[in-house]
């Protein structure tokens, strides 16, 4: 378990991003805050346009301004700002707001301190670069060594997340590789320069189940190499299951539940995330339809009023609090968060920022 003195190595407070121009903006990220641990995997759950992807490319300032922009809040990184002068699990460094960062500063911690696996590996690694030139620039860029060195450092990395006769395969090219090679590719690039925060949105989308199952087994083993922290996005609670530590559920731009992955699992607190829950197949299981979440995750340009969640909910039961005032994020049980008017205790919750440095003792199998 977490030292008492450990602080987050990523803390995001009440993030709102909206999109838009002259004819009116959309929050597509809206209050959002949660915090990463050192050596902690976070889980973002929800559904399509919740804003899951939206919060990951804002921690590395990658949303285009325009038509995007940070109207509130801060992303702390307490990584580091320049080369990294401790292991990953350090974290006693000052916290800086990412979102105020000098653009030079910036790219210091962008690939080199933090670094992303984008969803789509074949749109992400650029058609006509070879592999070895994509990996190399990153290295070049961020880390002190001569082109020679950073071959080597490419060939290594290659080597390490599985892929045969490394050297080769740096002079391929992204076409003349499976889906589950380029990913593999994509987590060498992201790791080449030992980052301490990987962002992974959906690492294992358009993979067959094989393949997803090795990709995900080589992430856990690298992370409990590297002693690094994951932020992990998926839409697949079986993932969370095996993989996470702590849990933000996602609705509508806004984190509808928090905690950790045991107390997610075992006492549900929010609506739609019983309904995710209710939706996945058991084993042993004889009903011969899985339960579904009615309707559709709203348009963000044309919110309902009150909980986001109300045309939704089976909790409802016309309550006319659910559709007029919306819920905040509050700390319902111990470490435990929900933004649900009907959830039991939640009149009596206690407003406190999402904060969790829980990491399961046992290994995530």
Same mark, same amino acid.
């Given at each position: ?53 939206? &919060? ?37 460094? &000052? ?156 609705? +509508? ?24 829950? +209710? ?67 939640? +009149? ?18």
């Amino acid at each position: 378990m977490p030292t008492p003195a450990e602080q987050p190595l990523l803390r995001i407070e009440n993030l709102a991003v909206s999109f838009g121009g002259d004819r009116g903006r959309v929050l597509a990220v809206n209050r959002v805050n949660f915090s990463v641990y050192p050596r902690q995997t976070l889980a973002v759950v929800g559904e399509s346009g919740c804003g899951k992807s939206v &919060t990951a490319l804002s921690t590395l300032r990658l949303v285009p301004t325009p038509p995007g922009r940070f109207d509130g809040g801060r992303i702390l990184w307490s990584g580091g700002k320049g080369e990294k002068t401790g292991p990953a699990s350090d974290s006693n460094t &000052t916290p800086v707001n990412l979102l105020t960062l000098p653009d030079r500063d910036m790219r210091s911690i962008r690939g080199n301190q933090i670094a992303m696996i984008f969803q789509e590996p074949m749109t992400s690694l650029n058609p006509v670069y070879t592999i070895g030139e994509q990996i190399l620039e990153a290295i070049l860029l961020h880390q002190k060594v001569d082109r020679r060195q950073a071959v080597e450092i490419a060939t290594a990395a290659l080597a390490e997340v599985g892929i045969a006769d490394p050297g080769p395969r740096l002079k391929e090219y992204p076409h003349r590789l499976s889906g589950g090679m380029r990913q593999r590719v994509m987590i060498a690039m992201a790791l080449a320069c030992q980052p301490r925060l990987l962002l992974a949105d959906e690492p294992t989308t358009a993979l067959d189940v094989t393949i997803q199952a090795q990709i995900l087994e080589l992430l856990r083993r690298l992370q409990e190499q590297r002693g690094m922290s994951v932020l992990l996005i998926t839409h697949d609670l079986g993932v969370v299951a095996e993989n996470a530590d702590t849990v933000a559920v996602m609705y +509508a731009g806004r984190v509808v539940e928090f905690g950790s992955v045991v107390d997610v699992f075992r006492e549900p607190l929010h609506p739609y995330t019983k309904g995710l829950f +209710a939706s996945m197949p058991v084993l042993g299981d004889e009903r011969k339809r899985l339960a579904t979440i009615p309707g559709n995750v709203p348009n963000p340009a044309r919110l309902p009023k009150g909980c986001p969640f109300n045309p939704r909910c089976a909790e409802m039961n016309n309550d006319a609090k659910c559709g007029s005032d919306d819920p905040p994020l509050l700390e319902v049980r111990e470490k435990h968060w929900a933004a649900c008017w009907h959830t039991p205790g939640y +009149a009596q919750g206690k407003a406190t920022v999402p904060d969790l440095a829980f990491r399961r003792e046992t290994a995530k199998v």
